[in-house]
């Protein structure tokens, strides 16, 4: 027990069922990573289809590992320890079975609080909870804007009232206890805690 006989925020995480996702990431982020490949093309090795005919031309790349993908986590004052460990728990299945050599991680409330490259299980696991001010996800966006990230992933309540620049990269808004809530842009999967 940590001090005044709680459990250490560090062992609640380890306590979390990391294993029962809420959103099904395997099926969103696979099509969202094929669709976002679709168009690499690779000359090392030919279309083998027009070989016959004597042409030499690029074949597409079907490569179904995860891209660089930047999450970025609302850590706002009406986010709860316990939500932000249900987040850190998809966030966990994703790397668990997809297998990305890394991800991009934030933590934004009404500033950004935490943006770390995340290569392993075992450092997500010891991600730290920082937050609790104002909602305002353009400190997210605008640093996801200078990442080399394909993509962003916004996992949020959608509790805020901002004007958002748009990143000119694929969003997708994963979003929390509010159905109404309706993106500036970018993808809505809505789920309930």
Do not use: C
């Amino acid at each position: 027990k940590g001090e005044g006989g709680t459990v250490p925020e560090s062992l609640q995480r380890m306590l979390v069922e990391f294993n029962k996702p809420l959103v099904r990431w395997q099926t969103v982020l696979k099509r969202f990573m094929q669709e976002l490949d679709k168009n690499d093309y690779s000359w090392a090795k030919p279309n083998k289809r027009t070989l016959h005919m004597g042409m030499y031309l690029p074949r597409m790349i079907s490569d179904t590992s995860l891209s660089k993908v930047t999450f970025a986590i609302d850590t706002s004052g009406s986010i709860s320890t316990e939500q932000f460990n249900q987040f850190v728990s998809e966030i966990y299945n994703i790397f668990k079975t997809m297998k990305p050599k890394r991800i991009d991680l934030m933590q934004f409330d009404h500033s950004l609080k935490y943006h770390k490259e995340i290569k392993s299980l075992q450092e997500l696991k010891k991600v730290p909870f920082r937050g609790h001010g104002g909602t305002v996800p353009e400190v997210a966006i605008k640093a996801f804007m200078n990442t080399d990230s394909k993509a962003l992933v916004v996992i949020t309540d959608g509790e805020f009232h901002t004007n958002l620049p748009n990143p000119k990269r694929p969003v997708i808004w994963v979003v929390f206890n509010n159905k109404r809530f309706v993106p500036p842009y970018g993808k809505a999967i809505h789920f309930e805690l």
